[in-house]
């Protein structure tokens, strides 16, 4: 078990819905990534948290947005869902944000389905 | 762009054999992290390299860190069923913390 939680493990909607998906990082860890990982592209990076300010910005969609609140907690919204929004989402946390401060943990994971 | 290329991409063997899984990018990195994913898991951390030229081992595995920092590889010895999954290195970029994530390398050791 890494300390990263993330809910739900599955989600299944249709196309044009919107969905949330949820990370609690690991106790004491400041910094939160999201990533996708599809079959084609591998892991991705999509955007990063510390400490409740965004800090980084991958190749994250107009349609997706993030939030990390006060109690260091994440979501990673996402809209106007297509079929190729079908993924495995993962959260990661750490501590920092450089050196042997970003190790990052990852959590088990939110398979989104869009049909 | 920062690219981690993975080799090989797939990789399938008799277990008791040797496998060396290789990670390379024209970039440096500040570190260099390796993991191992099953099917419908989170990356699970497997080490941490971060001086060039460092070598770390987990029991059966060695891990190597370049001594430019742009490289990296993971060594099994004698291979079991068990250490079937997806390896992912990772390297960071200094640039704020995100991973630069290679391709993976599937692995599959029969018994």
């Known amino acids: 078990d890494s300390g990263v939680t993330q809910t739900p493990k599955h989600l299944i909607t249709a196309t044009g819905q919107r969905v949330t998906l949820r990370c609690s990082p690991r106790?004491?860890?400041?910094?939160v990534y999201w990533y996708q990982q599809s079959l084609d592209q591998g892991l991705q990076f999509l955007i990063q948290?510390?400490?409740?300010?965004?800090?980084a910005k991958g190749n994250i969609l107009e349609r997706f947005s993030a939030q990390q609140f006060p109690d260091l907690h994440s979501e990673l919204n996402l809209s106007s869902l297509e079929l190729g929004d079908s993924a495995l989402y993962f959260c990661?946390?750490?501590?920092?944000?450089?050196?042997?401060?970003?190790?990052?943990?990852f959590g088990a994971g939110t398979r989104l389905s869009v049909l | 762009t920062q690219l981690l290329e993975q080799s090989p991409q797939f990789l399938s063997i008799q277990e008791g054999e040797n496998l060396t899984v290789y990670c390379n990018s024209s970039s440096v990195f500040s570190s260099l992290q390796w993991y191992r994913q099953e099917p419908g898991e989170g990356p699970v951390l497997l080490v941490t390299v971060v001086t060039g030229g460092e070598v770390k081992k987990l029991k059966r595995l060695t891990f190597q860190f370049g001594d430019a920092r742009k490289d990296s590889s993971l060594h099994i010895t004698a291979a079991q069923p068990g250490d079937t999954g997806l390896y992912l290195c990772a390297g960071d970029d200094n640039q704020g913390g995100k991973l630069i994530f290679g391709q993976g390398t599937e692995l599959s050791v029969k018994p």
């Open positions: 948290y510390y400490n409740g300010e965004e800090r």
């Open positions: 106790s004491g860890d400041l910094s």
């Open positions: 990661a946390s750490s501590t920092g944000v450089t050196g042997i401060q970003n190790i990052q943990y």
